[in-house]
Every structure is written in structure tokens, then in C-alpha cells.
T-cell receptor, first 114, second 117 residues
Framework: AQSVTQLGSHVSVSEGALVLLRCNYS??????LFWYVQYPNQGLQLLLKYTSAATLVKGINGFEAEFKKSETSFHLTKPSAHMSDAAEYFC????????????FGKGTMLLVSP | EPEVTQTPSHQVTQMGQEVILRCVPI?????FYWYRQILGQKVEFLVS??????SEKSEIFDDQFSVERPDGSNFTLKIRSTKLEDSAMYFC?????WGPGDTGELFFGEGSRLTVL
């Protein structure tokens, strides 16, 4: 069984500041890990994914995440926040079936102030 | 760019009524999914569908729920007799293939918000 914990339902940053969204997972099998973003009135969009290749994964819009097995973490970062990054971000884990059955975290709303 | 579309965007219904949520997956995709998110809670897997049958379902997906691909384009989720606790955002998704490769990526629709009164 898998589970995901996202620390902080809301994270506020200033434009240009570092973005750090935390995700910890639990999985009984080697996990596949994902970050999705949801902009207002839009669907869930894949930001990046970890599928057992490189532990540092780069995604769209300047985001990246690092898989740390020892910490069971997959935190999402971006060096410099932009106003357009304001959205809800979901971390998800999948087991040995790959993408099919995703277990999501509760989501973190990123607020970016000028 | 191809996208998954869902209708309606918002539906309000009375408890006990039947509801059908509709989804049009991306045209060359073969695998279809429903997820839901109750307000303030996690996005939860409901069901996956392939080759005109359910391939996987969660505990949430009980006898009140059913899915169907009535024609070559639509994928529907039916709730037979809605309960208050069915109020949620329902997301449809589709993928070209199954598994961890790029073709297994899930593409999600914008969601259908269901409110049961």
C-alpha cells in the first residue's frame, strides 16, 4: 500500500523567492512519484515524475524534485517563484503498476505575492 | 493540444437522484480512469477501465457506481442513488498505455463538481 503526506496545505512566498513544497511517501514497493499542478478551473497537469532513473528530476516551468529514498521524500523546488506559479500542487505515488493507480496527497496551495 | 473534456462542470442534485458524469478522453487513448476529491481531502482513485471492462477499482467504487463507454468517444460515470457524501470533484483521466513509460502518463480533465443536497 502507498500513501503520501504533503506538509502544509498552504505555502506563501514572495515573487522571486525559493519555492519548496514538501512531500513524503510511504510505499511497500519501489515507488513511482509524481507532482501534478492544478491551475484555477483547469485539470491536473503533470509537472514531473520519478520512475527509478535519475534521482533529481526536472520538470516543466523550472520546477525540479529530488527523490531521497533514505528520507522517503520527493520535495518540489523552484529557485525563483513567479506569479504564474500560484496554483495547487499535488504529490502522488504509484506502485509497481506504474501510472495506473495513483495515490495522491491532500495538495498544497502555493500563493505568490508581489 | 489534445485534452480530456468533462461535462458538466458543476451539477447540483437531490439526494437519491441518479447522476451521470461525462468525459471525452483523448482520442488515441485506451485506458480511462475516474478519480474524485472531496473538499479538503485527497484526490482518490475510483476506477480504471480498458477494453470495455473495469481493470481496477477501489473500495469507494461500490455498487452505486458504474462506468461505461457507450460509444467510441464518451466515458461515463454513473452514480445510481446519490448520497450527501458523494459531493466531490470528479476527475476523469486517460492514458495511451499502461505502465511507467511516457505513454502511460495520465491526462486529467478539469473535473466535474457534484453537489448533493
Amino acid at each position: 500500500a502507498q500513501s503520501v503526506t504533503q506538509l502544509g496545505s498552504h505555502v506563501s512566498v514572495s515573487e522571486g523567492a525559493l519555492v519548496l513544497l514538501r512531500c513524503n511517501y510511504s510505499s511497500s514497493v519501489p515507488p513511482y512519484l509524481f507532482w501534478y499542478v492544478q491551475y484555477p478551473n483547469q485539470g491536473l497537469q503533470l509537472l514531473l515524475k520519478y520512475t527509478s532513473a535519475a534521482t533529481l528530476v526536472k520538470g516543466i516551468n523550472g520546477f525540479e524534485a529530488e527523490f531521497k529514498k533514505s528520507e522517503t521524500s520527493f520535495h518540489l523546488t523552484k529557485p525563483s517563484a513567479h506569479m504564474s506559479d500560484a496554483a495547487e500542487y499535488f504529490c502522488a505515488v504509484s506502485g509497481n503498476s506504474g501510472y495506473s493507480t495513483l495515490t495522491f496527497g491532500k495538495g498544497t496551495m502555493l500563493l505568490v505575492s508581489p | 493540444e489534445p485534452e480530456v473534456t468533462q461535462t458538466p462542470s458543476h451539477q447540483v442534485t437531490q439526494m437519491g437522484q441518479e447522476v451521470i458524469l461525462r468525459c471525452v478522453p483523448i482520442s488515441n487513448h485506451l485506458y480511462f480512469y475516474w478519480y474524485r476529491q472531496i473538499l479538503g481531502q485527497k484526490v482518490e482513485f475510483l476506477v480504471s477501465f480498458y477494453n470495455n471492462e473495469i481493470s481496477e477499482k477501489s473500495e469507494i467504487f461500490d455498487d452505486q457506481f458504474s462506468v461505461e463507454r457507450p460509444d467510441g468517444s464518451n466515458f461515463t460515470l454513473k452514480i445510481r442513488s446519490t448520497k450527501l457524501e458523494d459531493s466531490a470533484m470528479y476527475f476523469c483521466a486517460s492514458s495511451e498505455a499502461w505502465g511507467p513509460g511516457d505513454t502511460g502518463e495520465l491526462f486529467f480533465g478539469e473535473g466535474s463538481r457534484l453537489t448533493v443536497l
